[in-house]
Every structure is written in C-alpha cells, then in structure tokens.
C-alpha cells in the first residue's frame, strides 16, 4: 500500500471519492459528475487525473479516445492511512482525548458505536493505567 502514503490534496479527494462510488468510469462521465459539483475546467479536472495517475493511485484503460480510470487503492485504505499519520503526530498523551472528542462530534451509527465498544472492552484488560509519552525531552509537558 505504498500508494496511500502518498499524500492527496483536497481536489485530488473529491476525484477520488467519486471514483471510489464507481469503481471504475470513463473520463467524459467523471468530467461531468465533477462539474455538477465543482467550477473546475475540464482541463483542471484533466490535471488532477494526470496527478493521481502519476503518483500510482489510479490506473488508466484506453477504450478508444475514452480513458476508463480504476483505483489502486480504495478509500478504506487511504483513510487509514491518513488517520494512522495524523495520531503518529501527537503526543501519545493526547491521542485518547482525541479520540474521545472525535467519537462525540462525528456522525456514527449505532452499529458503527456497538463495534467501537467491542474493541474498547477486548482492549480494556491489558491497557495500561497511563500511556508513556515518547515525546523527545522539553518536547511535551509530559517529560
């Protein structure tokens, strides 16, 4: 998945969300889904094609004059991608009550709560009272 370490900018997403809904699709159709929902040219949408193909996200099929675009990676494992560097980023300290605050603001399913509470409950007998904190020294006020 050396893909998905590839960071992907705002725009470069939105393709690819509508590409992850497909599964695969034509250029022409993907250029008019785009412009139902963005002021992107058909040239900007062009580049940002070229983008994500040059950094190995997407392949290309030419049928005919038409490109047909599939992913190589799929959303699941680019947001777990993006998730695991961005709390590779934070103070271990701080990593629950990030969390903690993601769980109260973000849309969840009862299924989606009835699975985080299954992993919380097989995690709870070997979680430690407090996490160390790996922060270089003065780089925390946990060290």
């Not at 705002?10 to 695969?24: D, F, N, T, Y």
Request: some cysteine.
């Amino acid at each position: 998945m050396d893909q998905a370490t590839i960071p992907m900018s705002s725009a470069e997403l939105s393709v690819m969300h509508v590409i992850w809904a497909q599964g695969e699709i034509r250029s022409r159709e993907l250029i008019d889904i785009l412009q139902q929902s963005q002021t992107w040219s058909e040239s900007t949408i062009k580049t940002l094609l070229g983008r994500l193909v040059k950094k190995n996200i997407l392949n290309t099929i030419r049928n005919g004059k038409q490109l047909i675009y599939t992913p190589t990676v799929t959303e699941h494992e680019i947001t777990d991608q993006y998730t695991q560097d961005m709390f590779d980023q934070f103070c271990d300290h701080h990593k629950g009550a990030a969390i903690t605050k993601l769980v109260e603001t973000v849309p969840l399913s009862q299924n989606d709560i009835k699975n985080m509470m299954k992993v919380l409950m097989k995690r709870l007998p070997d979680a430690p009272e407090e996490v160390e904190c790996h922060c270089l020294p003065q780089q925390c006020e946990h060290n």
